[in-house]
């Protein structure tokens, strides 16, 4: 079995361990794309603007909160990745979604949608106010043990990190690129005990909100 099919053979399974801290419920309805192309297997992450309120500077999967015109949260996921990075959704296809999870710093409750496909679309910026930059990641160049590491917020909270030559990624984009590779059996043994800080212009706010915990997702 190839790892995107045990990736795709893995949804619908529950995962406790995947919502850290609080559980989701009573949050803001939101949904990201985790988009893998069939060849290759590279995922789209984008950057977020210095100049938002939340997750500024941050890597990030296309996505965003739920619209009273999305007929399902899927329909969010797709919608917001045509408006944020061009995707045409009907070279899409849709697989299942991850547990959602609520993400602290935004009040949000957010389901990761995973999809596939052939790769030969063109995705690019499209609103330099929404995203600064997008770019694809074969999860393989992520999986690489020299590209892991855990990192630490000033909040006190600490998870685990991507550490590229042109993007660092944590936070809840972490989060779920790391229950991508453990469920598509691309993980390789690497250094939990390496501990980076997070660049300063992927940092985003240096104060998150009072309620949260160590534990909490940014």
């Known amino acids: 079995m190839s790892h995107l099919s045990a990736l795709i053979a893995s949804l619908g399974r529950d995962d406790p361990d995947f919502s850290v801290g609080r559980r989701p419920g009573g949050g803001r309805s939101s949904a990201v794309l985790a988009l893998i192309s069939e060849e290759g297997n590279d995922i789209v992450l984008t950057r977020r603007p210095l100049s938002l309120r939340h997750h500024a500077g941050q890597v990030a999967l296309p996505g965003g909160r739920a619209e009273n015109t999305d007929e399902t949260i899927v329909d969010t996921a797709l919608r917001e990745a045509h408006e944020e990075v061009g995707l045409d959704r009907r070279l899409v296809t849709v697989r299942g979604v991850l547990p959602t999870a609520h993400v602290a710093a935004s009040g949000s409750d957010v389901t990761t949608v995973i999809a596939t496909w052939s790769g030969a679309g063109t995705v690019g910026v499209v609103d330099p106010a ?89």
Do not use: K
Request: no cysteine; glycine share 8%.
């Open 130 to 218: 929404e995203v600064a930059m997008v770019q694809r990641v074969r999860l393989a160049d992520l999986a690489n043990p020299a590209a892991r590491a855990t990192t630490r917020h000033p909040s006190g909270y600490r998870g685990p990190a991507f550490v590229l030559p042109d993007i660092f990624v944590w936070g809840f984009t972490a989060h779920v690129l790391d229950a991508l590779l453990d469920r598509g059996g691309w993980s390789r043994p690497w250094d939990r005990e390496r501990m980076v800080e997070i660049p300063e212009g992927y940092l985003g706010a240096r104060r998150l909100p009072e309620e949260m915990t160590p534990n909490d997702i940014p």
